[in-house]
């Protein structure tokens, strides 16, 4: 600020001096005493004038009203117009040997350069307020996308941590219900059970909000293993995956809740077999990455879907739209006897 309000100054003096010179330099002369004097005759003013800036702090701390201001500012002003003008411009004039000032002089060469730094006080001043409000605004924003930051931070926190008992739960329950059928494959069930709990805790204990694409998918075929072995024949799952986005990042326990969606209504209430879709897709050119889960099972009015008050599919809706906002997409496509689709694309980031 102070470099900008120094060559302010400096391209004002010169201005000054060009100005006075005019009719001197379209003759081509140049009087040097005369271009001196200005520049010193600009100095008192420029550097009087700087002490405004910490009264507009001490204004601003004071929380002045917009009249006390202006009345201060008014009281200052006609202050500087004497001093700067009757003082310091006369005691400048004789230390740098100017002609003796004429003993007589018009009233208006008093009233006019009076006038003038009336003026030039309250250009400075509405400028160190305009400076001094903007730094204000950027502050009050940058304070309000913190505390936005906080709040988007803590949701997600909030999501997080309703989302993992829910998984937990289901997945007990799946494996409680096994046990009544089948006691080893229970077994077998509990120890890839531990594999899953062990990829929850550590990305809950090491803070990681991302994972890799290809560990999520990896964590949803020790799910989808589990659900076999109580599901069997029933589950068929077609894994279309793009080799090219496995390394990209995404929030962790995303894909898993929409599975588990397709698992608990599409698979539970059916005896026949099904059929159930994973797909990546990485679109470099749109700097996307694109997941669809799809199953065939009954469908439903999407009405009703969005009314639903499950947890898991609207947990990852919001996820992603407080930490994407409008650069994710969440689409779903469903009817009744039309199965059930569940497409997202998010921005590709490299764990």
Sequence with gaps: MWLFYTLAWIAYSILITLAIQVDGLSTGQFDLQQAINSEFNT????????????????????????????????????????FWHYLVSGFMQLIVHVKEIE???PLSAYIWPFLYSLMMYGVVASIFHSVRSSDARRLQVLAA????????????????????????FNTLHSIIALMRKDGKAAEAALFRFSDMLRYVLDT???????????DELNFVRDYLN????????????????????G?????????????????????NPRSQPG?????????????ELEITIRDDGPGAELAEVQASSGIGVKTVERRLHLEYGGRASFN????????????????????
């Design 103 to 105: 003993k007589v002089r």
């Design 43 to 82: 100095l008192p003013a420029a550097i009087s004038l700087a002490f405004i800036w910490p009264l507009t702090a001490w204004m601003e701390r004071k929380a002045l009203r917009p009249l006390s201001i202006v009345f201060i500012h008014i009281l200052l002003s006609v202050a500087f117009g004497f």
């Design 332 to 351: 779903i496509n469903t009817a009744p006897g039309q199965g059930f689709e569940i497409c997202l694309t998010i921005p590709i980031s490299s764990t």
């Design 145 to 168: 996308a913190q505390a936005q930051g906080l709040l988007v931070v803590a949701e997600l926190a909030s999501l997080r941590n309703k989302l993992n008992p829910h998984f937990l």
């Design 275 to 287: 059929n159930l879709l994973i797909k990546t897709r990485l679109k470099a050119l749109h700097g």
């Design 226 to 245: 589990l659900e076999a072995l109580r599901l069997g024949h029933r589950l068929n799952v077609d894994w279309q995956l793009d080799e090219m986005a």
């Design 247 to 267: 390394g990209f990042g995404v929030p962790a326990l995303t894909v898993q809740p929409l599975v588990e969606n397709s698992i608990k209504h599409a698979f």
């Design 204 to 214: 809950e204990k090491n803070g990681n909000t991302h994972v890799a694409l290809e």
